[in-house]
């Protein structure tokens, strides 16, 4: 085969390339994000498998943030934004009239850079959502979903005995993952974390990395993160964007050893960030 990593053509070959999945739990082609006039996400099309991380990296302002809301339709909050291409979850496209927004963004849930507990107890931080989607019976019933939820978030060892306290009391990476629990509690299909630990300690950042490797059995898992050591450790599939193009997409081990394009390589070698 004909090396191109030096030729623009390289560039456009890996960009386009989606990943051959027997079934991906999610789809995108062809995707252009605007705001107003400015288009901040060129024609991305790529798939996102079941039960693995796949990490969004690349230089501040590439567009990490807009594609990953698109995929929730968070997008629509911003009022000058529009989405146009094609999202699928499961084979349903998500942009559809269909679509019932709430229940997407409960089946693809979010996690955010800040961590953003409701000023509400630690229980109610994680009951709130089951409950607005009456996923619960009774109480018995919904403090079952609760415990669950912060036994998988790794938190429940330290919460169980102050429920009724503030989410806000919490430390920063407790916090985060109350987050996390609050987003799982509603039993999520895909859960899309944006820079999920830039506001952390390395302490607390370590447990949420561990906490993402547990959860990746159960979950499609997106991360957007700038630190390519974290994009390294936890993900199995990197995307790397580059003034909203996606310039390469592949296993995490392939992108970090042995990256097709040259912007690519530029970027992971620290040339540019
Ligand atoms: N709400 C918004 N309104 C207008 N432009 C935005 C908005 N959010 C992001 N942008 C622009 O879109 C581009 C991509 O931003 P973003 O997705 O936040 O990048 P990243 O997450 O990779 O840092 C940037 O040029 C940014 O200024
Ligand atoms: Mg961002």
Redesign the pocket.
Known sequence: MTDMSDTGMSDIAAGQRVLNEAAPKMIARDVDVF??D?K?IDNVSIDIALENVTAFI??????????LRALNRMNDT?A??RVTGKIELDGEDIYSSGMDVVQLRARVGMVFQKPNPFPKSIYENVAYGPRIHGLASGKADMDQIVEKSLKRAGLWEEVKDRLAESGTALSGGQQQRLCIARAIAVDPEVILM?EPCSALDPIATAKIEELIHELRGRYAIVI?THNMQQAARVSQRTAF?HL?NLVEYGDTSEIFTNPRATRTKDYITGRYG
Do not use: R
Request: glycine share 24%.
């Open positions: 705001y107003g400015k901040a690349g230089p501040s302002g590439c567009g990490k943030s807009t594609f911003i000058s934004a944006d957007v964007f909203g």
